[in-house]
């Protein structure tokens, strides 16, 4: 079961975000869904490293140096625009002044605890950036995910294996095969189309409820 | 009072010897000190304590220091970009003490504030918090992390004055102010160097009192690291 391309999954997740939101996007799949938010609706972007109002990558040959996002990519700025230092930018998360930081993931627990700065094994250096800074202090924290690993493992668990981001902090998880709410353990609000609910339990490491509402999960017309 | 300096060797006279801490500015390539950066690799100081959110990339930035064995601990937050670091570090040659981002900047702020400690609720549940003082304020575990401070900060600007009020541009801004606040000594080095009164002082972002000696890098390299841009319209 595929499932959802990673543009689907953006899709989905940009249909969610609330008019006048200020969401961070996270390193990863989340730098995708700029382009998906629907028209009509005003979301500020912000990128760890200073920027609020972040705009799409520039046009060949007018990329510059000084303006660049937190996966250090040129970018250009939106109209209405600022500039921060880091000290002032990094308040805005644990400060609760993001509304939604989109996170990249590579396992979620049950209950809500994020994994999505370290893997086992990799024989680098530690280096964690800004991924805890995002996930702390927002009421909702959305992680954006395959549901398995590419072996088919997976990825949605009781506890997290891998070094922990934060503890406690995804509100939702969006994933190729679900959209999950995490509120007293895991509650599934949409399934992909094709798949049932015990298939999909099948591939998550933890028990998920099915919400009464439950819908096929919406993909782009 | 007389804070210019011709170029970066003569703005460092006197303040490097060995074993000492060092900020420096910049996000990844972006805002960087080149110049300075140059000028301490030419000097040959080591057992450097650096503090920087990354240690630049192989052959540039803090790369350059790396490369001539002079660093021994760095003090970041991301240092993925840079192969030389990973394998001095493996090799045991290179302590880290690695932060999240945001503690780091918060870290340098509160040391150029003259507090010690503070207490932050990133990384509390994580290996961040081993060792850590743990308190609960309103029902929430916080960690206590440590205010920083350096015998040095070196830091850039896109404009400065004589007087070292500076003004940065973009997100070449990044960790330049605040490290600008917590060096014993602040050395910066600026894209265009004006008489005082160019500015207003409303849009001055570093007051001088932060900034003691200053250089006039006219022809600083910049570089982007990871260069992406749309694709060019189908015709």
Known sequence: MTGLSREQITWRVAQDLPDGAYVNLGIGLPTLVPPFVPSGREIVFQSE????????????????????????????????????????????????????????????????????????????????????????????????????????????????????????????????????????????????????????????????RLAPDCRPMRTAA | MNKVHKDATAALAGLLRNGMTIMSGGFGLCGIPELLIKAIREAGVKDLTVISNNAGIDGAGLGLLLEAGQIAKMISSYVGENKLFAEQYLAGKLKLEFNPQGTLAERIRAGGAGIPAFFTKTGFGTIIAEGKDVREFDGESYIMERGLTADLAIVHAWKGDTEGNLVYRKTARNFNPVMATAGQVTVAEVEHLSEPGTFDPDHIVTPGIFVQRIIHAKNAEKRIEQRTTRPRPTP
């Not at chain 1, 510059?64 to 230092?85: R, Y």
């Not at chain 1, 969006?174 to 399934?191: F, K, Q, S, W």
């Open chain 1, 49 to 208: 490293n200073g920027l609020l109002g972040v705009g799409p990558a520039p046009a060949p040959g007018a990329e510059d140096p000084q303006l660049i996002n937190a996966g250090k990519q040129p970018v250009t700025l939106l109209p209405g625009a600022s500039i921060s230092s880091h000290s002032d930018s990094f308040l805005m998360m644990p400060g609760g002044h993001i509304d939604i930081p989109l996170l990249g993931a590579y396992q979620v627990s049950e209950r809500g605890d994020l994994a999505n700065w370290m893997t086992e094994g990799d024989g680098k250096p530690p280096g964690v950036g800004g991924a805890m800074d995002l996930a702390v202090g927002a009421k909702q924290v959305w992680a954006l995910m395959e549901h398995t690993t590419r072996k088919g493992e997976p990825r949605i668990l009781e506890r997290c294996t891998y070094e922990l981001t934060a503890p406690r902090c995804v509100t939702r998880i969006y994933t190729n095969l679900a959209m999950i709410e995490v509120r007293d353990g895991l509650l599934v609000r949409e399934i992909v189309e094709g798949l049932d609910f015990a298939a999909l339990q099948t591939l998550t490491g933890a028990a998920i």
